[in-house]
C-alpha cells in the first residue's frame, strides 16, 4: 500500500519528484562531475530559480550543505566572533544556541513570545550580541515566530546580523529577505525531497562580517568557510563533492513551483490549516499545542492527544496514514501532522476522515 506521509520531514515528496528521478538516471545526472558545465549551470539555475520564489534581493548568495544543523554550525562560525543571542522556543532554538556553546562563543537567550499582548521592543539585546538567532518555525512545538517582531529587531538593532531558522516553514514563508541576513532550510521538509541537503542564503552584508572575521585569524571552519564557499561560488562551484542529484532535483521542484506560483502554493496551505485547526479544536480528543492563534504554525502541527498518541499513530498506519509523533519526551501524548506544498486537500480530508475514527 502506498502510504501517505504527515511527517515532519522527511515527510511526502512533491508530486513531481519521482518524475525528475526516473528522468535524472536517464540523464544520468549522479555521474555528472561537479567541476563541469552541467553542474556549473544547475548551480547558477537553482540559485536564481530559489530567489525568484522567495523574492530573494539580488547580492544574496546561496550555499548547499550537509544539512541544516551544519547551517547553524557554521553561521556561527563565520559571524560570531564573541556573542551571539537566541530566541529559544523548542528543540531547534536550543539546538543553535548549544552549538554555539560547543564553539566557545557567550550565549545569551531569551525565551520567544508565545502569547498576545507581546512588545518585541521590550526585549534588550546587549550591544556586544552580533548575530540574532530566530527559529521562524519551531518544528518540536508548533509555534512561529511572527515575521512584524523580525522586522522590528531589524529596525531597532540596525548593526546586527539575524540569521533565522526557516527550516519548516519554507517555501510557506514570506519573509522579507531584505530585513534578515541569513536563512537556512533543508530539503526533506516544506520542499518534498529527499534528506541530506540544506539551502543557506547570505546577505552582502553577513559576507563582509566573514570576511573581517577571517581576516582577524578567527576560526571561521575550514572547507565550509563563507571564505571557502563564496570562493568555490565565484566560478558556481562548491568546495567538496556535492550531492549533485540533490542540487538537480531542488532545481526541478523550483521550477515546477515557480510556475505553480507562490502564491498559490501559499494560499493552499492556508486553506489545509484552517482546516486542520477547526477539526483538532472541536475534536474532543485533541487539543493544538499553541492556543493562541497568532503563534500557531500552519505547516507543522502540533496536537496534544487525550487518548495515547502510539495508539493513534499505529491504527492510522494500519490504514497507510502516517502521523509525525511528539517532539523527544512528548512522544505518547502529541502527534505532529505537517501541511507542506506536498500535501493536498485530499490527502488532509483522507486524514481527517482517519483520525476521526480513531
Ligand atoms: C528539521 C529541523 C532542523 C534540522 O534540519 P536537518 O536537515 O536535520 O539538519 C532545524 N530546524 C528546524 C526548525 C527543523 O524543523
Same mark, same amino acid.
Given at each position: 500500500?502506498?502510504?501517505?506521509?504527515?511527517?515532519?520531514?522527511?515527510?511526502?515528496?512533491?508530486?513531481?519528484?519521482?518524475?525528475?528521478?526516473?528522468?535524472?538516471?536517464?540523464?544520468?545526472?549522479?555521474?555528472?562531475?561537479?567541476?563541469?558545465?552541467?553542474?556549473?549551470?544547475?548551480?547558477?539555475?537553482?540559485?536564481?530559480?530559489?530567489?525568484?520564489? !522567495?523574492?530573494?534581493?539580488?547580492?544574496?548568495?546561496?550555499?548547499?550543505?550537509?544539512?541544516?544543523?551544519?547551517?547553524?554550525?557554521?553561521?556561527?562560525?563565520?559571524?560570531?566572533?564573541?556573542?551571539?543571542?537566541?530566541?529559544?522556543?523548542?528543540?531547534?532554538?536550543?539546538?543553535?544556541?548549544?552549538?554555539?556553546?560547543?564553539?566557545?562563543?557567550?550565549?545569551?537567550?531569551?525565551?520567544?513570545?508565545?502569547?498576545?499582548?507581546?512588545?518585541?521592543?521590550?526585549?534588550?539585546?546587549?550591544?556586544?550580541?552580533?548575530?540574532?538567532?530566530?527559529?521562524?518555525?519551531?518544528?518540536?512545538?508548533?509555534?512561529?515566530?511572527?515575521?512584524?517582531?523580525?522586522?522590528?529587531?531589524?529596525?531597532?538593532?540596525?548593526?546586527?546580523?539575524?540569521?533565522?531558522?526557516?527550516?519548516?516553514?519554507?517555501?510557506?514563508?514570506? !519573509?522579507?529577505?531584505?530585513?534578515?541576513?541569513?536563512?537556512?532550510?533543508?530539503?526533506?521538509?516544506?520542499?518534498?525531497?529527499?534528506?541530506?541537503?540544506?539551502?543557506?542564503?547570505?546577505?552582502?552584508?553577513?559576507?563582509?562580517?566573514?570576511?573581517?572575521?577571517?581576516?582577524?585569524?578567527?576560526?571561521?571552519?575550514?572547507?565550509?568557510?563563507?571564505?571557502?564557499?563564496?570562493?568555490?561560488?565565484?566560478?558556481?562551484?562548491?568546495?567538496?563533492?556535492?550531492?549533485?542529484?540533490?542540487?538537480?532535483?531542488?532545481?526541478?521542484? !523550483?521550477?515546477?513551483?515557480?510556475?505553480?506560483?507562490?502564491?498559490?502554493?501559499?494560499?493552499?496551505?492556508?486553506?489545509?490549516?484552517?482546516?486542520?485547526?477547526?477539526?483538532?479544536?472541536?475534536?474532543?480528543?485533541?487539543?493544538?499545542?499553541?492556543?493562541?492563534?497568532?503563534?500557531?504554525?500552519?505547516?507543522?502541527?502540533?496536537?496534544?492527544?487525550?487518548?495515547?498518541?502510539?495508539?493513534?499513530?499505529?491504527?492510522?498506519?494500519?490504514?497507510?496514514?502516517?502521523?509525525?509523533?511528539?517532539?523527544?519526551?512528548?512522544?505518547?501524548?502529541?502527534?505532529?501532522?505537517?501541511?507542506?506544498?506536498?500535501?493536498?486537500?485530499?490527502?488532509?480530508?483522507?486524514? !481527517?476522515?482517519?483520525?476521526?475514527?480513531?
Amino acid at each position: 500500500m502506498k502510504k501517505i506521509f504527515f511527517t515532519v520531514g522527511p515527510s511526502q515528496v512533491y508530486p513531481t519528484l519521482e518524475k525528475h528521478v526516473r528522468q535524472a538516471l536517464i540523464d544520468q545526472v549522479p555521474s555528472l562531475s561537479h567541476r563541469g558545465n552541467e553542474f556549473r549551470r544547475m548551480y547558477q539555475r537553482a540559485e536564481n530559480a530559489v530567489k525568484e520564489l !522567495l523574492s530573494i534581493p539580488d547580492g544574496y548568495v546561496v550555499f548547499f550543505l550537509g544539512s541544516s544543523i551544519e547551517a547553524m554550525e557554521r553561521i556561527i562560525q563565520n559571524t560570531v566572533e564573541r556573542t551571539s543571542f537566541h530566541f529559544v522556543d523548542g528543540a531547534f532554538s536550543q539546538k543553535a544556541a548549544s552549538i554555539a556553546e560547543d564553539l566557545k562563543k557567550e550565549v545569551l537567550r531569551t525565551p520567544a513570545p508565545e502569547k498576545e499582548p507581546f512588545f518585541i521592543e521590550k526585549v534588550t539585546i546587549p550591544k556586544r550580541a552580533e548575530t540574532i538567532f530566530i527559529t521562524e518555525n519551531d518544528t518540536s512545538t508548533g509555534l512561529i515566530f511572527p515575521h512584524e517582531y523580525i522586522y522590528t529587531l531589524h529596525d531597532l538593532y540596525p548593526e546586527k546580523l539575524i540569521a533565522v531558522d526557516l527550516v519548516s516553514s519554507a517555501p510557506y514563508s514570506s !519573509l522579507d529577505f531584505s530585513k534578515i541576513d541569513m536563512a537556512f532550510f533543508s530539503g526533506q521538509k516544506g520542499f518534498g525531497l529527499p534528506a541530506g541537503m540544506s539551502i543557506v542564503v547570505v546577505s552582502p552584508r553577513a559576507v563582509e562580517k566573514a570576511k573581517n572575521l577571517k581576516s582577524k585569524k578567527g576560526d571561521v571552519g575550514s572547507y565550509h568557510s563563507f571564505h571557502s564557499l563564496l570562493t568555490q561560488r565565484e566560478t558556481w562551484q562548491t568546495p567538496e563533492t556535492p550531492n549533485v542529484l540533490a542540487i538537480h532535483l531542488f532545481d526541478k521542484v !523550483l521550477e515546477d513551483m515557480n510556475e505553480k506560483g507562490i502564491l498559490s502554493i501559499r494560499s493552499d496551505i492556508d486553506k489545509k490549516a484552517k482546516r486542520l485547526y477547526e477539526f483538532f479544536d472541536n475534536h474532543p480528543d485533541f487539543e493544538p499545542n499553541i492556543t493562541d492563534t497568532s503563534f500557531r504554525s500552519p505547516s507543522t502541527l502540533v496536537i496534544k492527544t487525550k487518548k495515547d498518541a502510539r495508539i493513534i499513530r499505529e491504527s492510522n498506519l494500519r490504514k497507510g496514514i502516517v502521523i509525525g509523533e511528539g517532539y523527544g519526551t512528548q512522544r505518547d501524548t502529541q502527534i505532529r501532522v505537517a501541511n507542506f506544498p506536498s500535501h493536498t486537500m485530499r490527502h488532509v480530508e483522507k486524514l !481527517l476522515e482517519s483520525l476521526g475514527k480513531s
